[in-house]
């Protein structure tokens, strides 16, 4: 049981360059989201997806678009990267939206640098 | 405006010491409130929850929270740090109890002393 993984571990970009981060879970969950970490910011939501074939916006989405593929994978992409999005990204998911006692869990994130 | 504070960025206490991390929260109606931790490199752990009932909640590796509503605040307690408590910590708040995604506190960096 792996719980979520997340590819890559670690990817370098040149601005306007695009690239997909991918994540999946193999808890049968139904929810899944993206958040990315910045220094001194917390988390911050880009979006989330309450069920397969469903996604939102979170607080953040500007210059990123989402795909849930299945019910297992939820990936990531931007289109043209920028400096800005230069950021730790995670990937987490619970078991269904709407009930708050479900814990999300956490991938171990993506480091992602936008030079 | 509503948000997730933690006043403190960063703390130091040393080994057996006493902790605790402040988490402070203005939303209108009491949402359900969490603490995580980070530790290097890693991602996010949840150490304990609280949606309703006993205001005192345990968590796992001794954590424990107190819930004030008086004061919308959650914070974070331990009797005794161990140098492997080193670590990120944040705060989170589901503020509409809907199961969405979480808003998180910037975070408290927590160093250990010997």
């Known amino acids: 049981n792996a719980g979520v993984t997340q590819t890559p571990k670690f990817q370098v970009l040149k601005t306007g360059q695009s690239m997909t981060l991918q994540c999946a879970q193999d808890?049968?969950?139904?929810?899944m989201y993206w958040y990315r970490q910045d220094p001194g910011m917390g988390l911050r939501l880009i979006y989330y997806s309450a069920s397969e074939g469903t996604t939102d916006k979170g607080e953040v989405p500007n210059g990123y678009n989402v795909s849930r593929l299945n019910k297992r994978e939820f990936s990531l992409r931007l289109e043209s990267a920028a400096p800005s999005q230069t950021s730790v990204y995670f990937c987490?998911?619970?078991?269904?939206?709407?009930?708050?006692?479900?814990?999300?869990?956490f991938g171990p994130g993506t480091r992602l640098t936008v030079l | 405006a509503q948000s997730v504070t933690q006043p403190d960025i960063h703390i130091t206490v040393s080994e057996g010491a006493s902790l605790e991390l402040r988490c402070n929260y203005s939303?209108?109606?009491?949402?359900?409130l969490f603490w995580y931790v980070q530790s290097p490199g890693q991602g996010l752990q949840l150490l304990l929850k609280?949606?309703?009932?006993?205001?005192l909640v345990q968590g796992i590796k001794g954590f424990e929270a107190e819930f004030k509503r008086s004061q919308s605040s959650f914070n974070l307690r331990k009797p005794s740090v161990h140098w492997s408590d080193a670590a990120e910590y944040f705060c989170a708040v589901d503020p509409n109890q809907a199961g969405t995604a979480l808003i998180f506190g910037k975070g408290t960096t927590l160093s250990v002393s010997s």
């Open positions: 939303y209108g109606a009491t949402p359900y």
């Open positions: 609280y949606f309703s009932g006993d205001t």
């Open positions: 808890m049968n969950h139904n929810s």
């Open positions: 987490a998911s619970s078991l269904s939206r709407g009930s708050s006692t479900d814990t999300q869990y």
